[in-house]
DNA sequence: GCGAAGTTTCAGTAATTCCTGAAACTACAA
DNA sequence: TTGTAGTTTCAGGAATTACTGAAACTTCGC
């Protein structure tokens, strides 16, 4: 049996970043997020330096249009930001690449964009039929606290751990849980 | 200021629970989760009994094809299960309705679904550039190897959760976090 | 002000996902 | 075996979501 010898082919590189490229894009789709901004953050957290909008058009064979779409949407999220070089006009990004400040933006993003409006909704439709007599009615209010009150205590612990970025705290409460 | 009085009033009731089938399925499309089997699941947790495939037809204004595939998904998540009275042939739906019990259920199959194939996905990307050389290919490594921890923690996490079902421990760790 | 280099917008199109309705199928009772 | 009450499947259409490419816009140096 031939001992396999460490590869030295920049090639090989490319392409284990290119199946990551895509197998985040597929991650990224089951988590309900579009494919190409999963790939554009999945090429910027394993680049080794900025990143140009024709670069990633370029790598992700993508119209301009689409390439600044998504990238305007991961600047929004939190996940990558924007660099002007002096003396240049173009425009640069570069990701975030601590994973664990990673999770905490999505966290924080979702909770902002998704929870809320859903703790939202449930109050009011709490709040409606707070006065209704009958069972059926005393049964289906019961049942709409009960979620909201999962909720909100969903909602106070992703505050907390979304806030604790760099304490050790919670990864080790979370390490307590393993 | 008129004090409002306790109504009784059957439509409010089916009035707000139309609301909350409607709130549901906007929640459930922002989680990745088609607007259908959302309401289906919303109508199914708030009836006091058991609703037969016609009845959830009648109510979403859907087609039998569409309420049928949205039943099979929504028992081969776990989130409702089939009853069949004796002595009729007709299926009936009924859902799980400790609000607990359902996110343990999610948790769960979201973790088989999707965490699973994305942690073998990780798995292979890492063992692939495992032996290459070069600070480029290290930095790739060293990248995926901390996605990968990661996702293996958040693994181990929810795996405790989800098995929680009954116990007090994890609920009461949640709080702790609060 | 003018041209160069870059960013942003958006109408039209492509791709994907979801839904319908009808036909095929199954199980059972008479 | 035939009729009835129900379930399942699936081809085609509708709705939604994503992408392209080109034109409009912005900024800056000369």
Redesign the interface.
Known sequence: MKK???????R??LQ??D??VT?WG??GT???INRTMAQVHALL??S?HLLSTDEIMEDLKISRGNAHKNLRDLVSWGLIRSVVRKGERKEYFEAE?D??KM?CIILRERRR??LR??QT??H??AA??K???????A??NK??K??S??LE?AD??IT??SRSEQSTM?PW??????
Chains 1, 2 share one sequence.
């Not at 396999?4 to 920049?10: F, K, S």
């Not at 006065?131 to 009615?137: F, N, P, Q, S």
């Not at 409460?173 to 393993?178: E, P, T």
């Open positions: 396999a010898q460490p590869e030295n082919d920049p090989a590189l284990a970043r199946d990551f197998q597929t991650i089951a988590w309900g957290i394993t080794a690449k994973v664990w999770f964009r998704e409006p859903a909704a449930l009011e439709c409606r039929t006065g209704l007599k009958g069972a059926e009615a049964a289906f049942q709409i009960a979620l009150d999962f205590l106070s612990v907390k751990i919670v409460a979370l390490r307590f849980l393993k």
